[in-house]
T-cell receptor, first 113, second 111 residues
Framework: NAGVTQTPKFQVLKTGQSMTLQCAQDMNHEYMSWYRQDPGMGLRLIHY???????DQGEVPNGYNVSRSTTEDFPLRLLSAAPSQTSVYFC????????????FGPGTRLTVL | EDKVVQSPLSLVVHEGDTVTLNCSYEVTNFRSLLWYKQEKKAPTFLFML????IEKKSGRLSSILDKKELFSILNITATQTGDSAVYLCAVRRQGAQKLVFGQGTRLTINP
C-alpha cells in the first residue's frame, strides 16, 4: 500500500515548456486535489476532483489543466510554464465519507527558469 | 470567500517552553477545522475539530475550537526540537469538498 505517490520529485523547466506532474493513489479515494505551496502563502488549491470524469477549479487554477480518467490518477499539466509557477506542488486525497482527513503526497519541487 | 488566518507567522522558543498557535477563520456553514504539521516534506494530520469546547489531545499537543468566536488554538507543552515545523490550519464548509488553508506558523525550537 503506497498511499499517495508523486513524480517527479524535482523538475527544472525553461519558460514556455510543458510538463505533467503525476499523482497516483491506491486507497480508492474519490477526492483528489492539487496544491501549490509558496513561502508565506500556505497551501493554495489549484484544482480538485470528486471522482473520475469530474474536476473543478480551486483558488489558483490559471496556467494549469487537470483530468481524471481513473480513480487512481490525477495528473496536473502545465501547458506553457512561467517563472511564477516555480513552487512546491502537493497532491492530496481523501475518501468522501465522514472523515475530513486529507493524505498528502511527498511533493514535487518545480523550478521554471 | 472562506478565509483562514494564522498567528503568529513565525515563533522561536527554547526547548521546554509551552507554545500556543492561533487560527481564526471566516467560513459560511462551517463543517470542520483541521491542524497539520509540516516538517521537511508533506503535511501530516494532527487533529480535526468539529465541536466547540471539546479538547483533542495527543501527547504534548492539544487543540480546542471556539465556534462562537471563530478560532482554534493548538497548544504544545514541554516543547522539543522535534516540534520544529510549520503548523497549518485548514477549514472545510458543509457541502464542500475542498479545504482552505491558512498561511501557516513556522515554529522553531532552540535547544
Amino acid at each position: 500500500n503506497a498511499g499517495v505517490t508523486q513524480t517527479p520529485k524535482f523538475q527544472v523547466l525553461k519558460t514556455g515548456q510543458s510538463m505533467t506532474l503525476q499523482c497516483a493513489q491506491d486507497m480508492n479515494h474519490e477526492y483528489m486535489s492539487w496544491y501549490r505551496q509558496d513561502p508565506g502563502m500556505g497551501l493554495r488549491l489549484i484544482h480538485y476532483s470528486v471522482g473520475a470524469g469530474i474536476t473543478d477549479q480551486g483558488e489558483v487554477p490559471n496556467g494549469y489543466n487537470v483530468s481524471r480518467s481513473t480513480t487512481e490518477d490525477f495528473p496536473l499539466r502545465l501547458l506553457s510554464a512561467a517563472p511564477s509557477q516555480t513552487s512546491v506542488y502537493f497532491c492530496a486525497t481523501r475518501g468522501l465519507g465522514a472523515t475530513d482527513t486529507q493524505y498528502f503526497g511527498p511533493g514535487t519541487r518545480l523550478t521554471v527558469l | 470567500e472562506d478565509k483562514v488566518v494564522q498567528s503568529p507567522l513565525s515563533l522561536v522558543v527554547h526547548e521546554g517552553d509551552t507554545v500556543t498557535l492561533n487560527c481564526s477563520y471566516e467560513v459560511t456553514n462551517f463543517r470542520s477545522l483541521l491542524w497539520y504539521k509540516q516538517e521537511k516534506k508533506a503535511p501530516t494530520f494532527l487533529f480535526m475539530l468539529t465541536s466547540s469546547g471539546i479538547e483533542k489531545k495527543s501527547g504534548r499537543l492539544s487543540s480546542i475550537l471556539d465556534k462562537k468566536e471563530l478560532f482554534s488554538i493548538l497548544n504544545i507543552t514541554a516543547t522539543q526540537t522535534g516540534d520544529s515545523a510549520v503548523y497549518l490550519c485548514a477549514v472545510r464548509r458543509q457541502g464542500a469538498q475542498k479545504l482552505v488553508f491558512g498561511q501557516g506558523t513556522r515554529l522553531t525550537i532552540n535547544p
